[in-house]
């Protein structure tokens, strides 16, 4: 086989050429895309999804978004160093599909701890324990939870609450009883509250610190129950970003693990539930979490 040297032209045509291309794909190769992190501290920008129809955690007040997570909120927003908050109060529906959509970089409103959530998003450190349970109307015959047998239960449309409520429904009949005469769903919690001292329903399902704080402020409409989960289960209550943003969701987690060594957020709960709760570092994750 015969090898053909190139001329000197040749040669240099062949180095140009091969220069060339060299350059091309130096220019071509892809940019690293900036993270959400990393645009939120360029920008100094930050928009989040809040729905503000769960008092004491999110609600409004005075045309104002106020809460428990609001002023978790203000102490991230700080750390980030953001210049600008975008808060935007939607309905729950809408918030976990909306951060996946990326209509917005986190959800900074409370959102229960799940198996099947805990595959779809990236949870933060819990905010709160939020162990669910039965509320029922001051006076009501409602002390266990067999006496919810062929009562009318109602709990929030899609949230942590939804598969708890029907979950006992199912217990409740597995063990020979009729189970719940109706579960109603509703849009937001305070709809339940209002149906609840109507008497459309007789219990509403919800996690305690929400429910305890309403009991107190309306003692003679509301009064607690019991506890609707005994196995205790993943009863904790945190934010979550999008899979692909960890370094945002630890950012978050970072400033509400300084929070609670420093003692602002038991002074925070102290200040919205009444009583402080214990946040742990770990345990509060299903298995294959992200």
Known sequence: MSIIN????????????????????????PAQAETTLEKIRRTGELTVGTEAAFP?????????????????????????GVKKLNQLDLPWQGILPGVLAGKFDFVATTVGINEERAKRYAYTMPIADGMPYAMKRKGDAITKIED?????????????TEPVAR?????????????????????????????????????????????????????????????????GGFTYLAWVTRPDDKELRDAISGVIRKMRDDGRLAALQEKWFGFAMTIPDEGYLPPGAM
């Open 6 to 29: 190139p001329s000197p032209v040749g040669r240099r045509t062949c180095s140009l050429l091969t220069g060339a291309v060299c350059v091309g794909l130096v220019f071509a190769w």
């Open 56 to 80: 004491p955690f999110e609600f409004v007040k005075d045309g104002k978004i106020v809460g428990y997570g609001s002023d978790i909120l203000a102490e991230v927003v700080k750390e980030l």
């Open 148 to 160: 919810l047998n062929g009562k009318v239960v109602g709990t929030q449309l899609a949230s942590s």
């Open 167 to 231: 979950a006992l429904d199912a217990k409740l009949k597995a063990a020979g009883g009729p189970g719940f005469k109706e579960l109603k769903l509703f849009t937001a919690f305070p709809e339940s509250y209002v149906a609840l001292a109507n008497g459309e329903i007789d219990a509403v399902i919800q996690s305690l610190p929400s429910l305890a704080v309403l009991v107190k402020e309306k003692p003679d409409i509301f009064e607690l129950a019991m506890p609707t989960s005994k196995d």
